[in-house]
């Protein structure tokens, strides 16, 4: 995942990749989500928020190594018309498989992420205080 920071000076864009790691099994599903923020990136609290609703937190540590991230993909073998073949074949031929293996990048950073639930604010916790002096 890219993250990217403005700087004071001209239009210089710094762009490093952060790698989240999940705490607890997710929905995939969410993942395929269009609507993906992350908050706090400039601060050590990190914020995930997915499709709208979906909140996780985290705090951004730094890998001892570094982290690679692959793009696996499965390709049929050339010989394989997996429609016309009997099921005991087409197991064999999905076990001659082969993968194709793409590097996207490496990161040195890590946001561990755990879900979080958000409450709304009551009203008592909103308004301040007053006195009130009669005279």
């Known amino acids: 995942m890219a993250t990217t920071g403005h700087s004071d000076i001209g239009d210089v864009v710094e762009e490093q990749v952060v790698c989240i790691d999940f705490c607890a099994p997710i929905d995939t599903n969410l993942l395929d989500s269009k609507s993906i923020k992350l908050l706090g990136l400039d601060d050590n609290e990190v914020i995930l928020q997915i ?32 429609c016309k073949q009997s099921p005991k074949d087409r197991e064999e031929d999905h ?41």
Do not use: W, Y
Request: one cysteine or more; glycine letters at 6%; hydrophobic letters at 25%.
């Open 51 to 82: 499709s709208g609703n979906t909140f996780f937190s985290g705090e951004m540590q730094h890998i001892v190594g570094t982290h690679l991230v692959f793009d696996i993909k499965d390709k049929p073998t050339k010989g394989s018309q997996h």
């Open 95 to 135: 076990n001659d498989r082969h993968q194709s293996v793409d590097f996207l990048a490496k990161c040195d950073l890590k946001i561990p992420m755990k879900r979080i639930f958000l409450e709304p604010r009551t009203e008592s916790t909103t308004t301040a205080t007053t006195t009130t002096h009669e005279s």
